[in-house]
């Protein structure tokens, strides 16, 4: 049972342009979304994040949009730069269960100069 | 601030023996997570710790694996008997106290291969 969805396993996108990223989640008991960017033989590293209680938020060139009816947030990266390259990664979070990270299972971005 | 640290960053094996992993999170983060990530996945979660207690497992931990964080200081995940589909990245996160909700913050990682 995937709770979390990233249909999109590959981008490509030229540098200077927008990067959309989408992911669906079927829980509605979750209450906290994050975005993790990883590099290859490194670990996740935390991008933006948005509670359920807000539609938007906004860091530098991330943004993060978050539509609860139907269940599915996205990200935005403006502009897009080849250190953007990596995989993305969507998770969402109860904390009446921990917090403990329930993933999707990524979007390869890659950012052509 | 140092980042969490985990060792040994890769780890080759024979099937049937065990490994014994080391997680170093964040000082004074009181939570600490386990993950597994295979090729192509996403990270899934395996276990975690507030302070020395550890509140949940999941069904991925099969009686094989065995977690510990004595003194809710560092943790270590071992895993007896090991089989090749324990194959996979193990993926140590911290998160500090406070309100909610806390961000996880992960270590590099440790790679393992059961031959």
């Known amino acids: 049972d995937q709770q979390v969805k990233q249909n999109s396993p590959s981008l490509s996108v030229q540098e200077g342009r927008i990067s959309i990223l989408n992911c669906d989640y079927t829980n509605s008991m979750f209450d906290y979304f994050l975005w993790y960017k990883k590099y290859p033989a490194e670990g996740p590293t935390f991008l933006i994040s948005?509670?359920?209680?807000?539609d938007k938020n906004e860091d530098g060139r991330f943004t993060v949009f978050l539509n609860k009816s139907a269940k599915h947030l996205s990200l935005h990266i403006v502009p897009s730069q080849p250190g953007d390259s990596a995989v993305y990664f969507c998770?969402?979070?109860?904390?009446?269960?921990?917090?403990?990270?329930?993933f999707g299972g990524g979007t390869r971005v890659l950012v052509k100069p | 601030d140092t980042g969490v640290s985990q060792n040994p960053r890769h780890k080759i094996t024979k099937r049937g023996q065990n490994v014994t992993f080391r997680c170093d999170p964040i000082s004074e983060h009181n939570r600490l997570y386990w993950y597994r990530q295979t090729l192509g996945q996403g990270p899934e979660f395996l276990t975690y710790?507030?302070?020395?207690?550890?509140?949940?497992k999941s069904r991925l931990l099969s009686d094989r694996f065995s977690a510990e964080r004595p003194k809710g200081s560092f943790s270590t995940l071992e895993i007896q008997r090991t089989e090749q589909g324990d194959s996979a990245m193990y993926l140590c996160?911290?998160?500090?106290?406070?309100?909610?909700?806390?961000?996880?913050?992960f270590g590099p990682g440790t790679r393992l291969l059961v031959l």
């Open positions: 996160a911290s998160s500090p106290p406070g309100g909610v909700p806390w961000t996880q913050y």
């Open positions: 710790f507030q302070n020395e207690a550890q509140l949940e």
């Open positions: 998770a969402a979070s109860r904390a009446a269960a921990g917090n403990k990270l329930t």
């Open positions: 948005i509670s359920s209680i807000k």
